[in-house]
């Protein structure tokens, strides 16, 4: 089973400032990862796959890169609605599909 | 518009059954691969089983293995989880999830639905 991992668990960042989120394979899932948002009460929304790739609807301040085992999201200027918990997954080798545990983005 | 509509959930005791629905619309139900994906209370994400669109490729999480079973009915355009044995580490929210594509992200999710395995 491949493991994610993400960093940092927190981030705690002001609204219109950039945020750089992490995530990272125990081995290679190629460009198989997908980012997702989830705020409190609801289900999660997905944001990026193929690592790179913006969902439909999803705004350009969103943006995924990395490969292989590396991964980023960038939030180019954080809006109110942004604040939330991302989650990654790998749908490289499953079953099982695996997430992170998750970040949270919070307001500084 | 896609619509995951998921039901069934409740409180049920340690070692009872619960059987949980999701009723969609908005798209072909039949072309699409769907899954179930729960998360216990403050916790993250974990994938619980998924079916193909026909229903003849099934997998399972290993801590559901033996005690769950997915199903859909095309007809009805319903996804189902049959779930057996249930332990109190089961208690989780729910989801129902579409796949993108076969075995890829997850891009429809529904509002999820409360199972708690409590006595």
């Known amino acids: 089973e491949i493991v994610m991992t993400q960093s940092p668990a927190t981030l705690s960042v002001s609204p219109g400032e950039r945020a750089t989120l992490s995530c990272r394979a125990s081995?290679?899932?190629?460009?198989?990862l997908a980012w997702y948002q989830q705020k409190p009460g609801q289900a999660p929304r997905l944001l990026i796959y193929?690592?790179?790739t913006r969902a439909t609807g999803i705004p350009a301040r969103f943006s995924g890169s990395g490969s292989g085992t590396e991964f980023t999201l960038t939030i180019s200027s954080l809006q109110s609605e942004d604040f939330a918990i991302y989650y990654c997954?790998?749908?490289?080798?499953?079953?099982?599909?695996?997430f992170g545990p998750g970040t949270k983005v919070d307001i500084k | 518009e896609v619509q995951l509509v998921e039901s069934g959930g409740g409180l049920v005791q340690p070692g009872g059954s619960l059987r949980l629905s999701c009723a969609a619309s908005?798209?072909?139900?039949?072309?699409?691969?769907m899954n179930w994906v729960r998360q216990a209370p403050g916790k993250g994400l974990e994938w619980v089983s998924c079916?193909?669109?026909?229903?003849?490729?099934?997998y399972y999480a290993d801590s559901v293995k033996g005690r769950f079973s997915i199903s859909r009915d095309n007809a009805k355009n319903s996804l189902y989880l049959q779930m057996n044995s249930l332990r109190a580490e089961d208690t989780a929210v729910y989801y129902c999830?579409?796949?993108?594509?076969?075995?890829?992200?997850?891009?429809?999710w529904g509002q999820g639905i409360l199972v708690t395995v409590s006595s």
């Open positions: 079916i193909s669109s026909s229903g003849t490729t099934i």
């Open positions: 908005g798209f072909t139900f039949s072309s699409y691969e």
């Open positions: 997954q790998q749908y490289n080798n499953w079953p099982p599909t695996t």
């Open positions: 193929g690592a790179s």
């Open positions: 081995q290679s899932v190629r460009s198989n």
């Open positions: 999830a579409r796949d993108k594509s076969i075995l890829e992200a997850f891009d429809y």
